[in-house]
């Protein structure tokens, strides 16, 4: 099973178009450098879909297991989000990107 971070770099590939990982810079998606903790739809001058902010409101926090959820499923955990991504399939690749991610984090 996943955890492995270089792995996850090349899983992160997906992700490029619309989210910088090591910066705190805003593309098309909100940057994901101190995602883990981080309260979600609350990244600073980003756009957040209304259905992202208030998920953050209703207690949604960025950990393993709410990434878990979301990487899977984004449509289907959070209703109405504009990610437009399918999501990733096999949960070796969701756990390798999540240790890719706490890399950038605190
Ligand atoms: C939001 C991760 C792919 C566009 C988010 C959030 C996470 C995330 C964790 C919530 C961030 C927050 O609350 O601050 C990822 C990962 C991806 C991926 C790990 C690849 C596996 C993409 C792609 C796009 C995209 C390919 C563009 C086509 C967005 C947008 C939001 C978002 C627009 C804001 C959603 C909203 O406000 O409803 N992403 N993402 N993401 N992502 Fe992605």
């Known amino acids: ?4 971070a270089a792995q996850g770099e090349k899983v992160f590939a997906k992700c490029k178009a619309c989210h910088v ?3 705190d810079q805003n593309k098309i998606g909100p940057s994901l450098k101190g995602l883990i903790g981080r309260t979600a739809g609350t ?4 756009k957040y ?5 208030d998920a953050g409101k209703g207690g949604m926090v960025w950990d393993e297991a709410t990434l878990t959820t979301y990487l899977h499923d984004p449509k289907g955990v ?3 989000t504009k990610m437009a ?3 990733l399939k096999e949960d070796k690749d969701v756990a390798d990107v999540i240790a ?3 890399q950038f984090s605190p």
Not at 1 to 4: E, I, K, R, V
């Open 78 to 80: 959070v209703k109405g």
């Open 21 to 23: 990982s090591d910066a």
């Open 1 to 4: 099973f996943g955890q492995d």
């Open 49 to 53: 879909s209304a259905a992202m902010m």
């Open 43 to 46: 990244h600073e001058g980003f």
């Open 85 to 87: 991504f399918a999501g």
């Open 100 to 102: 890719y991610l706490k």
